[in-house]
């Protein structure tokens, strides 16, 4: 079957930087997305990575390894309004999206 | 404000009630989507439109129908629902369906549904 991974809740400090991890498991693959959902609102996209590497954009970043299954979201200069859940999706060979179950990130002052 | 409107934002329904989400997009886009979000679990697709026809209907119980009148409205009607159908309905729009390259999804605020 197909399958993404990600940790359900993480807490990080104002100010600070926090990664997050995705490892997939799927039928192929087209490409991995981040999107970020604050509470009681849509998700939007952040990251489109489908080559390996490290894609730069601002605060943000993310990283893939295909060959390890294996993608995380790096956010730096931690602010509180960065407190989100976070999925992480991918496009499996039919460019369907698999996604993970979100990861809550947690900003403490 | 995404460019994708989903009314009712809140919708509190019996079992015995026959109810529709509504879903607009203002982005010129192609597909259209229904996903299921429940808390903790992943995103679950519904249905997928492209072109105002339906290409996916991933296993959904028919008390769920889906309505595309045009590639900037989707419709999905409810009706007998049961309490395990609580959860907020989200809707999206992309400029192509799943074809090729990174499809972006543009998600509305979804639909808080509870069924009593």
């Known amino acids: 079957g197909q399958n993404i991974d990600q940790p359900t809740e993480m807490t990080a400090t104002e100010g600070a930087i926090v990664q997050i991890n995705c490892t997939y498991q799927?039928?192929?693959?087209?490409?991995l997305f981040w999107y970020q959902q604050h509470a009681g609102e849509a998700p939007t996209f952040l990251s489109y990575?489908?080559l390996d590497g490290l894609e730069e954009k601002g605060r943000f970043s993310s990283f893939l390894s295909r060959s390890k299954g294996y993608s995380y979201l790096l956010l730096k200069e931690l602010q509180m309004k960065d407190s989100a859940s976070y999925l992480c999706?991918?496009?499996?060979?039919?460019?369907?999206?698999?996604w993970g179950a979100g990861t809550k990130l947690i900003i403490k002052p | 404000e995404t460019g994708v409107t989903q009314t009712p934002r809140h919708l509190v329904m019996g079992m015995t009630n026959k109810k529709s989400l509504k879903c607009e997009q203002h982005l010129g886009h192609n597909a259209m989507y229904w996903y299921k979000q429940s808390a903790k679990k992943p995103l679950e697709l519904m249905f997928v439109y492209n072109f105002k026809e339906q290409t996916e209907n991933n296993s959904v119980p028919s008390r769920f129908s889906p309505e595309c009148p045009n590639s900037s409205h989707l419709f999905l009607h409810l009706h007998t629902l049961q309490p395990e159908d609580s959860a907020l309905y989200l809707c999206a729009s992309s400029p192509k369906g799943e074809s090729s390259g990174a499809n972006v999804l543009t998600f509305g605020a979804g639909s808080r549904l509870t069924v009593l």
């Open positions: 799927t039928s192929g693959f087209n490409g």
């Open positions: 990575n489908v």
């Open positions: 999706a991918v496009q499996d060979s039919n460019y369907q999206l698999i």
